[in-house]
């Protein structure tokens, strides 16, 4: 309810992050995420028709956007670990794999990607748990076009 259905269509809603690979991988990224924000399931409401209260339904909003906000640190925190081959093998970055490991599946698969393929990972788990994000980055590091690309989430 905090986020704007525009937000939504357009930061949650695509699978794509820019021109990578296509794969299902949002059911494997919910599942993998799900218990580790059980605590923001939202819980089922009643449907009684009392009067709507205003400043209730700010109150609401902004504790919204907080677990919203909560939520955003505990996938970018666990992901790595979780979705890495063992307890002690997170996913971890390498420089220079772009455009070859940069899919959320290849990413996982592999073990290791760039920041673009570990941006795209976390898109895609950020949508998957229905937050909107996307990617943003600089052709030219500190800009060098030497120092090379880098890209980050928004």
């Not at 790595?80 to 698969?109: E, M, N, Q």
Request: include cysteine; hydrophobic fraction near 40%.
């Amino acid at each position: 309810d905090a986020i704007p259905r525009s937000i939504y269509m357009e930061y949650v809603v695509p699978y794509a992050v820019s021109n990578e690979p296509r794969s299902d991988h949002r059911p494997l990224l919910f599942h993998a995420l799900k218990d580790a924000l059980k605590e923001f399931e939202r819980q089922p409401t009643n449907d009684n028709k009392e009067p709507i209260d205003e400043p209730a339904i700010q109150q609401e909003t902004a504790t919204s956007k907080e677990q919203i906000k909560q939520a955003v640190k505990i996938i970018n925190t666990k992901l790595w670990s979780i979705l890495g081959h063992d307890a002690t093998s997170p996913i971890v970055f390498k420089a220079g794999l772009t455009p070859r490991i940069y899919d959320p599946l290849s990413v996982i698969a592999y073990g290791h990607s760039s920041c673009t393929g570990l941006a795209i990972l976390l898109i895609g788990a950020l949508r998957a748990m229905g937050i909107p994000a996307r990617m943003a980055g600089t052709p030219a590091w500190y800009g060098k076009e030497e120092e090379g690309n880098h890209s980050w989430v928004e």
